[in-house]
């Protein structure tokens, strides 16, 4: 990004304050719905990925159905009976080996591994669930879909003197959940979902709108849902709701 030093975006904004706070891959981790709900629940956990991942594997299947007839030579024709969900495997890379001392990797595993027990909510509701999740990476273009956490493979590849793992590369594999739902992506068939985010330094509204949508210039609908009457004015703490890729784009 060196070259771009001194350039702005469509905002107005040097594309080196909007790289600053961008575009660290998430997974938003909440309660399964109630009932018959496609919309995942409260927000229990938003996992951020302190390396992003060097690539994603997205597969997606069509099932089809043939029954072999003895009569028929050349084979009987298949019926088509439905696509599948689609399904995205990555790595994630923890790492604290500058601080030997840290169970900061065990206490992220243990986050991780906790997306394949059920929740003590679903259970209290008499409908027993892990939670569903919400992956996304930079603007919903790369991969932004509800899922479940289908296995959790952690390695640890590193070790302090007193044996904490201070290093590990866990392998997720997600399973998406469909649903037809108003206002549901069309392009991939991802749920909507609103998300929350805590403002840090330096975060403006361009920057998170930049961030979330890949347009600095659709900040208002930002401010919109969350009566922001002064946006230069943002304080540290302070939690965003942040709308759905489908209300920001909807015409």
Same mark, same amino acid.
């Given at each position: 990004m060196a070259g771009k030093e001194g350039a702005f975006d469509k905002a107005g904004n040097k594309f080196s304050e !909007?790289? #600053? $706070? +961008? !575009?660290? =891959? *998430? +997974? =938003?981790? &909440?309660?399964?719905?109630? #009932? &018959?709900? *496609?919309t995942p629940g409260a927000l229990i956990k938003s996992f951020g990925f302190e390396f992003n991942p060097s690539q994603? $594997? +997205? *597969? @997606? @299947? =069509?099932q089809w159905q043939s029954t072999p007839t003895a009569m028929v030579r050349d084979g009987a024709l298949p019926e088509f009976m439905g696509p599948e969900p689609l399904e995205l495997s990555v790595a994630v890379f923890l790492d604290r080996s500058d601080d030997p001392d840290s169970n900061d990797v065990m206490k992220m595993v243990e986050s991780l591994f906790s997306c394949c027990e059920v929740t003590s909510m679903s259970i209290a509701a008499k409908q027993p669930s892990t939670p569903w999740v919400i992956f996304q990476w930079g603007s919903f273009r790369t991969a932004r879909f509800t899922a479940y956490v289908e296995s959790v493979d952690t390695t640890y590849t590193l070790f302090g003197t007193s044996g904490m793992p201070i290093r590990a590369t866990c392998q997720l594999r997600l399973h998406e959940i469909p649903g037809k739902t108003l206002g549901q992506?069309? *392009?991939? #068939? =991802?749920l909507t979902a609103r998300r929350v985010h805590r403002v840090v330094a330096g975060?403006?509204?361009?920057? +998170?709108?930049? @961030?979330e949508y890949g347009d600095a210039t659709v900040w208002r609908a930002i401010a919109e849902t969350n009566e922001i009457d002064d946006p230069a004015r943002l304080s540290p703490g302070t939690e965003l709701i942040l709308p759905a890729v489908e209300e920001v784009t909807a015409p």
């Open positions: !909007v790289i #600053g $706070s +961008l !575009v660290h =891959a *998430t +997974l =938003a981790i &909440h309660e399964p719905p109630l #009932g &018959h709900s *496609t994603l $594997s +997205l *597969t @997606r @299947r =069509a992506n069309p *392009t991939s #068939g =991802a975060d403006s509204l361009q920057s +998170l709108a930049w @961030r």
